[in-house]
């Protein structure tokens, strides 16, 4: 059974940080590429990085460009999402999912198969 499940997210002062973990299983993790996303509430679900699974190159929303990185441990089967210098707007569940096969990295939600449940990063002060 394919799952994705995210943790790490929590409340946060601007300008703080927070890493977000998508933990997975029933699948080989090496095999894909993957995607954070997010949902502020009333807005549309947008994408915020990437991860290929061919060479690690990464792929960045030009909103969070230079303060978020993505990154994988093939051998913990887990995708990393540090998240610095935070700001208010960046408030919202954020989510992780699997590109499809033979799909690449990118923001289009139709190249994604698979998604975790969600995490609640709210930055306040």
């Known amino acids: 059974q394919v799952q994705l499940v995210e943790s790490g997210g929590g409340l946060v002062q601007p300008g703080g940080s927070l890493r977000l973990s998508c933990a997975a299983s029933g699948f080989t993790l090496d095999y894909y590429a993957y995607g954070w996303f997010r949902q502020a509430p009333g807005k549309e679900r947008e994408g915020v990085a990437c991860i290929s699974n061919t060479d690690d190159s990464t792929y960045y929303a030009d909103s969070v460009k230079g303060r978020f990185v993505v990154s994988r441990d093939n051998a913990k089967t887990t995708v990393y999402l540090q998240m610095n210098s935070l700001k208010p707007g960046d408030t919202a569940v954020y989510y992780c999912?699997?590109?499809?096969?033979?799909?690449?990295?990118?923001?289009?939600?139709?190249?994604?198969?698979?998604w975790g449940q969600g995490t609640q990063v709210t930055v306040s002060s």
């Open positions: 999912a699997r590109v499809r096969p033979l799909f690449r990295c990118g923001f289009s939600q139709r190249a994604y198969d698979y």
